[in-house]
C-alpha cells in the first residue's frame, strides 16, 4: 500500500518540499499562537527584537548580515515592525542613505511579555526536536555546505560530471 504521503514516498526528491511545509506549519501556527495571547507581532520579529535589544541600535544592513537575510526582506520586516510601534529609525549621522534602527518605549515595555512567549516557543521545539540530538548539528552543516558552494552550483555539477 502507498503511503499517504507522497513527499516521505519520493524521499529525498521530497525533501526541500517537506522543508517548506514543516516550516510554513510552524510560521502559522506560531501566528495562530500570538493571537491567541492577544500579542500584535509576527514570528518574523522575534530575532530582531532580540538583535536590537542586545545591541541598542543597528542598521539595516546590519541585521541583514547578522541574521543572513537579503536586504529587502529586512525592509519589509522592519517597515511592519515600524507600523506597529516597535522600531524607530533616526537617520545615521555620518551616511544619511543609512538608518539607524531601535527599539520604541513600546517595544522595551512589551519584551517581558514576548519574551515569555518566545520562551515556551523554545520549549514547544525542545519538545518537536526530542530524540533528535543531532537535527541543529546536521542543519548547521548543510548550511555551511550551501554556503561553499549553492544549491545551484551542486546541482549544475551533478548535471554535467555525474547523469550520462
Not at 25 to 52: M, R
Not at 150 to 161: G, I, M, W
Request: aromatic share 8%; charged share 30%; with cysteine.
Amino acid at each position: 500500500m502507498k503511503s499517504k504521503d507522497f513527499l516521505k514516498e519520493v524521499k529525498l526528491a521530497g525533501l526541500t518540499s517537506r522543508l517548506k511545509r514543516l516550516s510554513d506549519n510552524i510560521l502559522y501556527s506560531t501566528k495562530d499562537f500570538y493571537k491567541s495571547v492577544d500579542a500584535d507581532i509576527e514570528p518574523n520579529w522575534h530575532l530582531i527584537f532580540l538583535l536590537l535589544k542586545e545591541s541598542d541600535s543597528l542598521t539595516i544592513i546590519d541585521i541583514s548580515e547578522r541574521l543572513q537575510l537579503s536586504h529587502p526582506a529586512v525592509v519589509k520586516i522592519i517597515k511592519k515592525m515600524k507600523a506597529a510601534g516597535y522600531v524607530k529609525t533616526n537617520p545615521h549621522s555620518q551616511d544619511s542613505r543609512k538608518q539607524i534602527l531601535t527599539l520604541t518605549p513600546k517595544a522595551i515595555q512589551s519584551l517581558p511579555k514576548f519574551e515569555k512567549y518566545w520562551d515556551a516557543c523554545v520549549l514547544t521545539m525542545l519538545e518537536l526536536l526530542e530524540g533528535n540530538s543531532t537535527f541543529l548539528d546536521s542543519l548547521g552543516k548543510i548550511e555551511e555546505k550551501i554556503n561553499e558552494s549553492s544549491y545551484k552550483e551542486r546541482t549544475l555539477n551533478n548535471l554535467k560530471n555525474k547523469i550520462k
